[in-house]
């Protein structure tokens, strides 16, 4: 599976943006979801995740109250709504697939595909 993700941009902190992943080559809902991000000279860290029906939804401690992710596998799509950000959450955000079975890993080693990334940017 090939991923795209999109929807980054430069905002001011309190405002909101949604990211999304889209998938192309097989379904996205083989594969449980995450969302990563890489600050400026920090490693890549877990944000959150979803498994493959959406039935169990994971998030990163820092993230959980503003960030929601969720899936519409129709669409082939992940999704990242981010409310209220912060200027450190200024980040590279990628998408990953996981292809087993998904119980949120933060490891990048349990995620197979991974997208580009898409940078966020939060400006005071």
């Known amino acids: 599976v090939q991923l795209q993700a999109s929807g980054g941009g430069l905002v001011q902190a309190g405002d909101s943006l949604r990211l999304s992943c889209v998938g192309s080559?097989?379904?996205?809902?083989?594969?449980?979801m995450g969302w990563f991000r890489q600050a400026p000279g920090k490693e890549r860290a877990f944000a959150a995740g979803i498994s493959q029906s959406g039935g169990r939804i994971y998030y990163a401690d820092s993230m959980k109250g503003r960030f929601t992710i969720s899936r519409d596998n129709a669409k082939n799509t992940v999704y990242l709504q981010m409310n209220s950000l912060k200027i450190e959450d200024t980040a590279v955000y990628y998408c990953?697939?996981?292809?087993?079975?998904?119980?949120?890993?933060?490891?990048?080693?349990?995620?197979?595909?991974w997208g580009q990334g898409t940078l966020v940017t939060v400006s005071s």
């Open positions: 990953a697939a996981a292809d087993r079975y998904y119980s949120g890993s933060s490891s990048e080693h349990d995620y197979d595909y």
């Open positions: 080559g097989r379904s996205l809902s083989l594969y449980g």
